[in-house]
């Protein structure tokens, strides 16, 4: 095992967007819950939409405690690596113009990912930004 630089980390985010989004506070279980997330690495934004009203669990959750964490991970091409990151960090409501290079990175690079096109299309998706405190990354061999 080894630790990612912050270029690897930046890269790993970028070429991905898919994650697990968790939200915690103590004295209550993980709520933890697959994203797609874009993320502008000139920019250092990583922006994702979360859907349900203010009632969704998700919103509760988020309300009551707004410091989550996204993993990701990835097998590189040829098989040889997998390489995960953790990225921690305040998940705060904004608006689609402030995010819009992180989520055209997600369209751009993410074929399995719902599509970003219809951003604001629903009053029941919001879009958020996570403002990242901290990351850290680690790559295994495979063999």
């Known amino acids: 095992m080894r630790q ?3 270029e690897a980390i930046a890269e790993v985010l970028a070429a991905n967007g898919i994650g697990v989004l968790a939200f915690g506070e103590t004295g209550r279980y993980p709520y933890a819950v697959p994203v797609a997330f874009g993320y502008d690495a000139d920019a250092d934004v990583l922006a994702l939409q979360l859907e349900g009203g203010t009632d ?4 509760r ?6 410091y989550v964490s996204i993993t990701v991970f990835e097998e590189t091409e040829p098989r040889d690596t ?3 990151v953790v ?7 904004t608006s689609y113009e402030a995010v819009e290079t992180a989520f055209a990175t997600l369209a751009k690079r993410t074929r399995s990912a719902p599509n970003p096109v219809v951003w604001g299309d629903s009053a029941t998706v919001t879009p958020y930004e996570l403002q990242i405190e901290e990351w850290s990354g680690r790559s295994f061999p495979i063999n």
């Not at 969704?56 to 919103?59: G, I, L, Q, R």
């Not at 990225?87 to 409501?93: A, D, P």
């Open 4 to 6: 990612l630089t912050d």
């Open 56 to 59: 969704s669990e998700k919103h």
């Open 61 to 66: 959750a988020l309300e009551r405690h707004p």
């Open 82 to 84: 997998w390489r995960s």
């Open 87 to 93: 990225v921690r960090g305040k998940l705060v409501e």
